[in-house]
């Protein structure tokens, strides 16, 4: 089949390559009335490994399946309960050493699995068709923590919520999303919007493309996410207006050791320069990393080696210790105890 399916064919006057992806159950494996359900999960599997997999179904695959499948079944209660909240890791200007801001990043205190990292949990929630209840609760949190720590005089200049495709195509997205703000009071550029550069690049989406502009013409801040990955035109950018790309993590990773990552981002940095767009490096998880960005001109750094995410809580104790650590340089070579 796939080798019949993979000849070119002839179309409308141009010639279409295609492929097939395949689940097969058979019924040693299966009572008869799964066979179908069986072979239609061995498909999705075999549609998420990319274009023209077999995948044969398996009691692996079973199983994955079964867990996933409480999972979605446990959604409506994670919501309900306020299981799914917004964690929060911090960004850093490399300049001044100030905290620029913070992502909002979903996770699910799951009452028996555990804290639940989004790949862990989103495609569940989108199966249980709730990705709009996950937008508006992150949003939410995101908006009453920077909220809350405006009162308490630790003040954040933004926090950046990412928004997934379905909610970028929502209709009434731009008016609920001024409506929450203004409700916190918050001026616009207090909400990032972080948007994913592949989710940029549909440039025929009119009811994307509508919703972009009418963030934008409100004053909202934007980011693109991801940047790099997804082949994004640079007309698409400009377009945009978005105020920051980010340097996606695959192109940051041990750039302090390897010349090929250095030339790739310092490449970045400088279309950015040209476009006037600030930029941040993600998943920046050492030091090394962190000083050869700020030396090729990076504005901004957000990973592990400043912080991993962390509960709204938390986020207190650490703004201070930061500010601290700020204020007093390491003293090196300063004699202890
Ligand atoms: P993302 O937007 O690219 O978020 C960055 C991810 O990289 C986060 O994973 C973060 O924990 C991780 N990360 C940060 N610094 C480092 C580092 O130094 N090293 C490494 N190895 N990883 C680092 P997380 O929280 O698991 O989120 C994964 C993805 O799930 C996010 O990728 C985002 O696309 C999606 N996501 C998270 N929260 C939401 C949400 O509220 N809504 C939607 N639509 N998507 C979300
Ligand atoms: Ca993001
Ligand atoms: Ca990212």
């Known amino acids: ?41 061995a498909l999705s599997q075999a549609m998420r490994s990319g274009p023209g997999s077999i995948q044969r179904f398996s009691s692996d695959l079973r199983d994955r399946l079964s867990r996933q499948s409480a999972l979605i079944r446990s959604v409506d209660t994670g919501f309900a309960n ?43 929630v989108r199966h249980a068709g709730r990705m709009p209840a996950l937008g508006h609760t992150m949003l939410e949190q ?14 954040v200049p933004t926090v950046s919520v990412n928004f997934s495709p379905d909610e970028l195509r929502e209709r009434g997205m731009v008016e609920r999303v001024k409506w929450e ?84 981002v310092a490449a970045i940095l400088s279309l950015a320069e040209h476009l006037k767009v600030e930029t941040v490096a993600e998943g920046v998880e050492t030091q090394a990393e962190h000083a050869t960005l700020a030396q090729l001109g990076c504005d901004h750094v957000q990973g592990f080696g400043v912080s991993k995410p962390m509960p709204f809580d938390q986020t207190f104790a650490w703004i201070n210790q930061h500010r601290e650590r700020i204020q007093k340089p390491p003293q090196i070579g300063r004699k202890t105890g």
């Open 1 to 41: 089949l796939s080798r019949a399916l993979a000849e070119p064919m002839y179309f409308g006057g141009g010639i279409v390559h295609t492929s097939a992806s395949i689940g097969v159950a058979t019924p040693e494996t299966l009572e008869l009335d799964e066979l179908l359900a069986g072979a239609e999960a």
């Open 82 to 124: 306020s299981e799914i909240r917004a964690w929060f890791q911090p960004q850093i200007n490399t300049d001044t050493g100030e905290i620029s801001g913070f992502e909002a990043l979903a996770r699910w205190q799951h009452p028996q699995l555990g804290t639940l990292a989004p790949g862990e949990f989103l495609e569940a």
């Open 142 to 155: 995101a908006l009453a923590a920077i909220t809350f720590r405006d009162r308490k005089k630790l003040k």
């Open 181 to 264: 703000v203004d409700r916190h009071n918050l001026a616009p550029e207090r909400l990032t919007i972080e948007i994913l550069e592949s989710v940029a690049a549909l440039s025929n989406d009119d009811i994307i493309l509508r919703n972009i502009d009418g963030l934008r013409s409100h004053g909202f801040r934007m980011d693109l996410d991801d940047f790099g990955t997804g082949q994004a035109s640079i007309a698409n950018l400009r377009r945009f207006g978005v105020q920051r790309i980010k340097i996606d993590r695959s192109f940051v990773t041990e750039l302090d050791q390897d010349e090929e990552q250095r030339s790739i």
